[in-house]
């Protein structure tokens, strides 16, 4: 240390190093500021450090102070630090003397006032609204009769206790129950994470996932009842998939979780009788609706009895029902035989008189006219074709000798019109070749038609021709006298005969009776084959 005379010393003023001064300034302010309490707005709060400790600022309308909570003291806090919020900070000011600033070392944090936390609520309030989170649409209905509740609550407080006893009065189901702490700091991760884990359950993994939760919390104070403003938990309520009470404190307690929830319980107790009906009232109720059913059924088919007598009484008997339509029928199957066998009749005089128009004697003179007028078409047309050959030729001889004194270029044109005149000559008799060949065709197919139609074609399947004298053909057996002259006709020829005096008709076979079609009234007689 340098002497007090030293003649470089430009005053008497004792000579400190940065580091003495301070140190110095250091242990003056711990010690004048060993204990304060400052009353500030939180600033610049980015929460816990990577290293666990929190830096921010508290300020009022003039100053501010840099403040740190270390990593300990963070973790004994009653509620975590927001930024905007105006608190009570208690602890000691030191220097930083790395950088010359001073800052309070915060050991114990409080709201300034129960109107700052009331403040805080009403901000969040309206933030998390504006994002539709307490909207009525996003409320689920809760369900009637759960078969599993989850319960979000203390496991050693007695809210738990009575929500069981109150369930298991009222309609006993099964209860899983998530142990969480419903207050200090962390208190809200560890609600939202329950929350959240609930709905993670799948329906048919080991543990069955509820129908129903219940977040339940006993009375307390704002500051007790912190976590369930917690901004992750009123996302987590919001979002659950399984419908929600919310039961936290008293009838007169409101956090921001009964907003999101979907329905809200006044206390834990009045929540296990939201979640579940009384048992007992649900049998008397069913007992009764099952009288009140066994006595309208029974009414009901009294009255349809007695409906279904009166109109037994009004309908008429059975054979007055049947006496008309069977008089009709009657009447039907009357008149079926005899238009049967005037439908019959008809049929066949229709038949015969068209048959009569189809005999070969017929078709053969159309044939005969046909091939008549062919051959005298095709004469004509034979006759017509040579004088037009005899024609052309004369012109073309004429022409050629017309213009033989023609030049040369006139002569090969003439020469070239002579060969088209030639194609077109050939042209012609090639089609009426054609046309004779066609004509030839539809002859011989009409031909071959008269040869199926011939009644020779049916004498070869074991009938026979009859004809008299004149060679006319004999239709019926009494255009015969006795030892008259016929001549029948066989496929392979014919043979005289005389008639003899005719036996009785063979009896009829009796035919068999069909639904469709009458038997007929008279034995089939051999008649015209065609």
Known sequence: MNSFFDSDSPSNLTEYSVSELSGSIKRTIEQAFDQVRVRGEISGYRGPHSSGHAYFSLKDDKARIDAVIWKGTMSRLRFRPEEGMEVIATGKVTTFPGSSKYQIVIETLEPAGAGALMALIEERKRKLGAEGLFDQARKRPLPYMP??????????GAVIRDILHRISDRFPVHVIVWPVRVQGDGSGNEVAAAIEGFNAFTAGGPIARPDLLIVARGGGSLEDLWSFNDEAVVRAAANSQIPLISAVGHETDWTLIDYASDQRAPTPTGAAEMAVPVKAELEACVSALSARLKAAVTRQMDNRRQSVRALARALPSLDQLL?????????ASTRLGRGLQMNTANKRRA???ISAHLRPDVLATRINERRQKLSDRMIRAERIVERLLQRSATRVSSADASLRTLPGRLLSQIHRSQDRLTGLAGRADNALLADLRRRRSTVTAQDRILQSLSYRNVLKRGYALVRDETG???KLAS?????????IE??????????????????PQPVKKRAEKPAPTEPPKQGSLF
Do not use: H, K, Y
């Not at 078969?147 to 050693?156: A, E, F, N, W």
């Not at 008309?324 to 009657?330: A, I, T, V």
């Not at 255009?479 to 001549?487: E, P, R, W």
């Open 147 to 156: 078969r599993i509740i989850g319960v979000v609550t203390s496991p050693t």
């Open 323 to 331: 006496a008309l339509p069977r008089r009709r029928f009657d009447e």
């Open 351 to 353: 038949f015969e008189r």
């Open 472 to 474: 006319a053909p004999v």
């Open 479 to 487: 255009a015969l006298s006795l030892n008259q002259v016929i001549a």
């Open 490 to 507: 066989f496929a392979d020829g014919s043979i005289n005969a005389v008639t003899t005096e005719g036996g009785a008709p063979a009896p």
